[in-house]
């Protein structure tokens, strides 16, 4: 596993989760690239829409080479819109996300395990996310010990039990 720095998220980087917002939805290989304006979506934006404003708004982000090249952060999506991977409204939803250049090199399973027990920490009894069938990062989710609790054509739904 590569050597990162993870820490907490700054106010002032905030911004940086709009582009990793960007990198985090799944475009298999070989694909036209979604267009950038997709995270101005409401279903998309919602993820990252006054983010820090929330009770339960945390993230972390990994730097290297003297940058903010991946994060994590989970959000309770209940009220408006729903997120793809709600569960409830005591449920925190993850995303994660990696500059195309730091993925597959252990990176997002370091952010990962770091946010895992930075919500056992806060007491979350579990925490859930979505992730397309194709996407490889769905192994790296089962094998930090994410189930699989229902299924559509494309995607999963997983929920990881904390408590």
């Known amino acids: 596993m590569e050597k990162v720095n993870i820490r907490e998220i700054r106010t002032e980087e905030l911004g940086v989760l709009d582009d990793m917002l960007y990198e985090s939805i799944f475009q298999p290989e070989g694909c036209v690239p979604v267009p950038r304006h997709i995270t101005q979506i409401p279903e998309i934006n919602v993820y990252i829409d006054g983010f820090g404003s929330r009770k339960d708004d945390y993230c972390l982000v990994a ?87 229902r299924e559509n054509g494309e995607d999963y739904l997983m929920v990881l039990k904390l408590k």
Do not use: C, H
Request: no cysteine; charged share 30%.
């Open 63 to 149: 730097e290297a080479d003297g940058r903010i090249v991946g994060a994590v952060w989970v959000r309770i999506l209940a009220d408006e819109i729903k997120g793809y991977g709600n569960i409830d409204d005591r449920t925190p939803e993850f995303a994660v996300s990696l500059l195309k250049e730091y993925r597959k090199r252990g990176i997002g399973t370091q952010l990962m395990q770091q946010m895992i027990e930075y919500l056992k920490e806060k007491g979350y009894a579990q925490t859930s996310l979505s992730v397309q069938k194709k996407n490889y990062a769905a192994r790296m989710y089962q094998k930090l010990g994410f189930e699989i609790v």
